[in-house]
């Protein structure tokens, strides 16, 4: 009688996984280093000097070992016997690396990275690692056709693929929310496994703990201050892994007995539960594609757009944009697993404070106000015709300003010459003012400022600089204000 795997035997495979990973990284970056394999810093980057970006040649190394590892145990025979998916799945891997290493070294066009990974999703697909049919919330379960099963898996594949690339901007982030949300999703499988919701022959809680073992043994090399980048052949190689896992277990999981958990749960699992687990790196990637194309940018185009780039220009450090994306990530996966774990609906409650307070740590850090403050204090100091875009209603409106008190100026000059004030050789247009003693008032300084010189009886001279000029204009709440 042949035994399923149990609990005990995932989590002995993650740990070879890790392990592997972990041991073998530092090899891989003196190796990097000696060949030349560095990427340099540039506008778009964090780091300040040339850095390994081959850690995705570790992670393969991970991955394969702890394939073996599981083949040899005998207690994973269930899943390799007459299964030629185990195969489609380590070539699928080689293609989608290799690509990704290509990339790493050469700098692949952008068509021929897409190229690799079709590729990969074919293997897969001739192999038979697809998926077979699933739930659209609000809708029905559908059935994929022969002829619709390469392009869906395809689709797939270029996604998860594409979804980790673009996560992968700071040091840490794409392995730490790989590792989160690989476990979420194999706790999530497994507890699908042991229901006896999944074929016997189903690779998808296997490689998804694979998956966070190797993403975990690389995260402390990779954490800042890193000391190598996992690159495209690493982001590619997780997220071929990631598709895998979803692919197999969410479009295979008998749509229709799910009665194990609360109605919430099983009208949207189980395809949708892997884009709730993978929120982020899938958000930011749908960001993107409306950036780029609404500014007429093929999708390609690098730009300093995402929510990394976003989460440190308010203010947060390094190390804290990865946490807080962590956060989310693990936020997104509890809300996933409660019902799973406990059979009941989520929440909504504790996981709405949990998402408010993430919210509100985001925008109010100490930090955060900190760069607002110095953000503003640079404002006040600029003059007001370099604070505001030229083509904003408020910049035409304090030029208008500007101009009609250059021209109350001018006018009050002829008068003046008309009644002898200006050139009043004798200074008795000063002498109007009992307390000036010539040498230069600063309420004149501030009148003749906004056009003018000062009437006879000083009652300009007591009014407000901001009463010179309109109340609507914005060159007076934005002008610098200096002691």
Do not use: C
């Not at 497994?190 to 296997?206: F, H, V």
């Not at 008998?254 to 993978?278: E, K, R, S, Y």
């Not at 640079?378 to 035409?396: C, F, K, T, V, Y």
């Amino acid at each position: 009688m042949v035994v399923a795997p149990s609990l005990t035997d995932y989590v002995i495979i993650g740990a070879v996984a890790a392990v592997a990973t972990f041991v073998v990284t530092p090899i891989v970056g003196a190796v990097a280093r000696a060949r030349g394999w560095m990427v340099e810093p540039n506008e778009r980057s964090v780091h300040t000097s040339p850095m390994p970006e081959v850690g995705g040649v570790a992670m393969l190394f991970g991955f394969f070992v702890a394939l073996l590892v599981a083949l040899s145990l005998g207690r994973f025979d269930i899943l390799f016997e007459d299964n030629s998916e185990p195969i489609g799945i380590a070539l699928a891997a080689l293609v989608v690396f290799a690509t990704g290493f290509f990339d790493d070294i050469f700098d692949m066009a952008p068509p021929g990275k897409v190229t690799g990974v079709v590729l990969a999703g074919l293997v897969l697909w001739w192999f038979g690692a697809t998926m077979f049919y699933f739930r659209v919330p609000f809708f029905d379960v559908i059935i994929l056709s022969s002829d619709w099963t390469p392009l869906v898996t395809v689709l797939w594949v270029l996604g998860m693929t594409q979804a980790i690339n673009f996560i992968d901007g700071l040091d840490g982030l794409a392995a730490g929310i790989v590792a989160i949300g690989a476990t979420a999703f194999f706790l999530y499988a497994n507890k699908l496994d042991d229901l006896g919701l999944l074929a016997e022959q189903n690779l998808g809680p296997l490689i998804a703990i694979i998956t966070a073992g190797i993403s975990l043994g690389f995260l402390p090399h990779n954490f800042n201050p890193a000391r190598i980048f996992m690159g495209d052949s690493g982001a590619f190689l997780l997220g071929l892994l990631l598709a895998v896992s979803t692919s197999v277990v969410g479009g295979r999981a008998d749509p229709n007995a799910q009665g194990f958990v609360g109605q919430t749960f099983f009208f949207f699992a189980p395809l949708a539960i892997p884009l709730l687990i993978l929120g982020v790196p899938i958000l930011d990637t749908l960001f993107a594609i409306v950036r780029r194309a609404s500014k007429r940018q093929a999708l390609d185009v690098a730009d300093k757009g995402h929510l990394h780039h976003r989460l440190m220009n308010l203010g947060h450090g390094h190390r804290r944009s990865v946490l807080i994306l962590w956060t989310w990530t693990a936020l997104l996966s509890g809300f996933v697993l409660y019902p799973v774990l406990t059979g009941e609906n989520p929440s909504y409650l504790s996981f709405g404070v949990g998402a408010l307070g993430i919210v509100l740590y985001t925008v109010l850090h100490p930090s955060v106000r900190r760069k607002r403050a110095i953000a503003v204090e640079a404002a006040l100091n600029r003059p007001a015709s370099e604070q505001l875009d030229p083509s904003r209603p408020e910049r035409r409106e304090a030029d208008e300003a500007h101009d009609e008190a250059h021209d109350d100026d001018g006018d009050d000059d002829g008068d003046e010459a008309e009644n002898g004030i200006a050139g009043d050789a004798d200074g008795a247009g000063d002498r109007a003012d009992p307390g000036d003693d010539g040498a230069g008032d600063p309420d004149d300084a501030v009148v003749e400022q906004a056009g003018g010189a000062p009437p006879a009886d000083g009652t300009a001279r007591r009014r407000p600089a901001d009463d010179v000029l309109p109340a609507s204009s914005a060159a007076v709440s934005s002008r610098s204000r200096k002691p």
